[in-house]
């Protein structure tokens, strides 16, 4: 089966670290640029951050550089995002997505989400 | 940053409507515009990429159009099934998400 599984999500509070996964099986993965998308309670869609197939080419949003970082091991068929000193603003349901296209340097439409994983940024 | 504005925010018709909805970038994105549909619960879903390129599997009623600044998605015959909050997406320079538009059946 096609999927995308994140996990490590949870309760957090304001300044921790939490380590997002998110495991691939039945799709191509090493060839694929993969992405972070979150959703906070009721809210739209938010891009996080990029990573082109190869980790020569990152990208992150304004509002987490500096305190999140995107990896992959296309070994493990896995990508993680490592939040560091998280704030309220960062509750939300956090999606990874899997680029479209060859996986080059340019961010591309997302044609297959996981499910999500909760974070919760409270005391 | 490029802004992507979508309208309506909300949009209410019957089955077998047609419907479109608008999305608007704050600068020339090219075709570099994706559309998704999100159904409560459950995450986005492709439908349409580089502003007209219908993903495989998508119902041939969903249809994309537009360059530059300005885009349109277009359901032909809206069905039940497509009760969903619809979003578009520039990935043009970095990424960014319309604030979404939320269809709902008569």
């Known amino acids: 089966e096609v999927q995308l599984v994140e996990s490590g999500g949870g309760l957090v509070k304001p300044g921790g670290s939490l380590r997002l996964s998110c495991a691939a099986s039945g799709i191509t993965f090493s060839g694929h640029s993969m992405n972070w998308v979150r959703q906070a309670p009721g809210k739209g869609l938010e891009w996080v951050s990029s990573?082109?197939?190869?980790?020569?080419?990152?990208y992150y949003a304004d509002s987490v550089k500096g305190r999140f970082t995107i990896s992959r091991d296309n070994a493990k068929n896995s990508l993680s995002l490592q939040m560091n000193s998280l704030t309220a603003e960062d509750t939300a349901v956090y999606y990874c997505?899997?680029?479209?296209?060859?996986?080059?340097?340019?961010?591309?439409?997302?044609?297959?989400w996981g499910q999500g994983t909760m974070v919760t940024v409270s005391s | 940053d490029i802004q992507m504005t979508q309208s309506p925010s909300t949009l209410s018709a019957s089955v077998g409507d047609r419907i479109t909805i608008t999305c608007r970038a704050s600068q020339s994105i090219s075709t570099s515009l994706a559309w998704y549909q999100q159904k409560p619960g459950k995450a986005p879903k492709l439908l349409i990429y580089?502003?007209?390129s219908l993903e495989s599997a998508v119902p041939s009623r969903f249809s994309g159009s537009g360059s530059e600044t300005e885009f349109t998605l277009t359901i032909s015959s809206l069905q039940a099934d497509d009760l969903a909050t619809y979003y578009c997406?520039?990935?043009?320079?970095?990424?960014?998400f319309g604030q979404g538009t939320k269809v709902e059946i008569k």
């Open positions: 997505a899997r680029g479209i296209g060859g996986g080059g340097s340019r961010i591309e439409a997302f044609d297959i």
């Open positions: 580089k502003a007209s």
């Open positions: 997406q520039q990935y043009y320079y970095f990424s960014t």
């Open positions: 990573t082109s197939s190869s980790s020569s080419y990152i």
